[in-house]
């Protein structure tokens, strides 16, 4: 029997080692971190005749693995890895290894800095309003070996498409992922800590949308508009801003309020779809309905269904989610505003003035359109986590002095409260331009975190 060694014991990790173990590996799994929880885990798996090792290293000395999964969380370019592809042992990441599973279904990949959520969860809404089995997974939802799993063609279980929402590190360790539709959403720097250059980082992105049947791109963003009209001449291109602002003959914008839509250069413009069905707020989001649109119609589904899909898509958890109203303040819970152009943009989506809650474990990047969108938007800034000290001396640096430092979410929505009756804004915005791993494993249980806090401040 062939070992193979899977690297993280999240939940991409377990279903990745129970679709070898079902398919007649030997699966070891490992994971560098050890707690409770994980011991509970290594229990259950071990009664599935998987060997988890808890605060281990995969070493490659002796009794090597044939196969090694890495989990997306995992860098690529960790020195076992390099050596494991050196030694000519075959390393892939998770979302390849559900690929190979489920390569006969047509899938819709979604690549991109922001957008990338709404966009997956939204098509995979409007695919389901037209009767499709498709379930959102990856980045999202389900791991894409999760998918795999549910999904083998037994007891009639049969998947019409996949919507997978995938990350730059899991089109990285992806060899022979090609998606039927590949959809790119946006791209500003992000994850260079990992990636090293923005050269580095579009390169991989670009890798998705080249191994893609057909191509979407958002073309109203600044960065892919500039390269894509020489690079990306046969794609499909979007914009809010009419026909004219078009690269190409064929692609998606809106005109007089509607979805339109111009499937090759020769064809009519066909309206599709209301933009106003679409219940998010801000400009992004409407980039994000074009490419969904797109990519529905491209599967060859009909406008009823899109029309159906839109309409009843409730919109995305810690996206701009509304939350609850106290004394005619809306709070808002955008905590999956991970870096400042997600936050920028998340400023720019809700009625100013408005009382910024910002902080967590600060990231790389340019935070220059962030800080003026605050000095036009904030009436004043609450200040959460590590990042604290760093964003009032940014904040100080450009002549905004109405922050403060409250620490932690239980101290600022209060605090928050009470700026907004003072300023008369009306919204607290949740918005943190920074990853949570300082005070929470991840910007889910921040956002949930925040969510029960205001709702018991409002009971109050």
């Not at 339109?260 to 009519?268: P, T």
């Not at 004043?380 to 990042?387: E, K, P």
Request: glycine letters at 8%; hydrophobic letters at 40%; proline letters at 4%.
């Amino acid at each position: 029997m062939s070992k193979a060694h899977v690297i993280g014991l999240g939940k991409s990790g377990v279903a990745a080692a129970r679709l070898l173990k079902r398919e007649g590996w030997e699966v070891e799994l490992g994971d560098s971190k050890t707690s409770p929880d994980l011991l509970k885990q290594q229990q259950q798996l071990a009664a599935e005749q998987i060997t988890v090792k808890l605060g281990y290293t995969l070493q490659l000395d002796t009794d090597l693995p044939k196969l090694i999964v890495v989990s997306p969380g995992v860098p690529w370019d960790i020195p076992v890895l390099v050596k494991a592809r050196e030694m000519g042992i075959e390393t892939i990441g998770e979302m390849e290894l559900a690929w190979r599973h489920l390569n006969t279904v047509p899938w819709v990949g979604i690549t991109g800095t922001n957008g990338k959520t709404t966009t997956t969860a939204l098509t995979a809404a409007i695919f389901e309003a037209a009767g499709l089995k498709a379930p959102a997974c990856g980045n999202i939802g389900y791991a894409a070996t999760e998918v795999a799993l549910e999904f083998d063609g037994q007891d009639g279980k049969k998947l019409d498409w996949v919507i997978g929402e995938i990350s730059s590190y899991q089109v990285e360790s992806s060899s022979t992922f090609a998606p039927r539709i590949g959809i790119w959403t946006t791209f500003t720097p992000d994850h260079l800590a990992r990636h090293k250059t923005l050269e580095n980082y579009y390169n991989i992105k670009a890798k998705l949308l080249r191994n893609s049947e057909l191509k979407v791109f958002n073309g109203d963003d600044p960065y892919l508009r500039k390269v894509g009209a020489s690079e990306w001449s046969d794609a499909y291109w979007t914009s809010i801003h009419g026909k004219e602002r078009l690269i190409g003959e064929k692609g998606f914008y809106i005109e007089d309020g509607w979805v339109v839509e111009k499937i090759s250069s020769d064809s009519e413009p066909l309206p599709i779809v209301q933009a106003s069905a679409l219940r998010m707020v801000g400009a992004h989001n409407l980039q994000n309905l074009l490419m969904s649109v797109a990519a529905a119609r491209l599967a060859g589904i009909d406008p009823d269904a899109i029309n159906k899909g839109v309409s009843e898509f409730p919109g995305v958890p810690h996206r701009l989610e509304y939350v609850c109203t106290w004394e005619g303040i809306d709070f808002i819970n955008d905590s999956k505003a991970t870096n400042y152009d997600a936050a920028e943009v998340g400023l720019a989506s809700v009625k100013s003035p408005a009382i910024l809650i910002a902080g967590g474990e600060a990231k790389e990047g340019d935070d220059t359109a962030w800080l003026a969108k605050i000095q036009q938007q904030a009436a004043a800034v609450v200040l959460i986590g590590n990042a604290a000290p760093f964003f009032s001396q940014r904040l100080q640096e450009v002549g905004y002095t109405n922050f403060e430092d409250a620490e932690t979410i239980e101290k600022a929505v209060p605090r928050a409260a009470e700026l907004a009756k003072q300023h008369q804004a009306s919204v607290v915005l949740l918005s943190p331009a920074c990853a949570s791993f300082d005070q929470y494993p991840n910007f889910e249980v921040r956002g949930d975190d925040f969510r029960k806090v205001c709702l018991e401040f409002v009971k109050q």
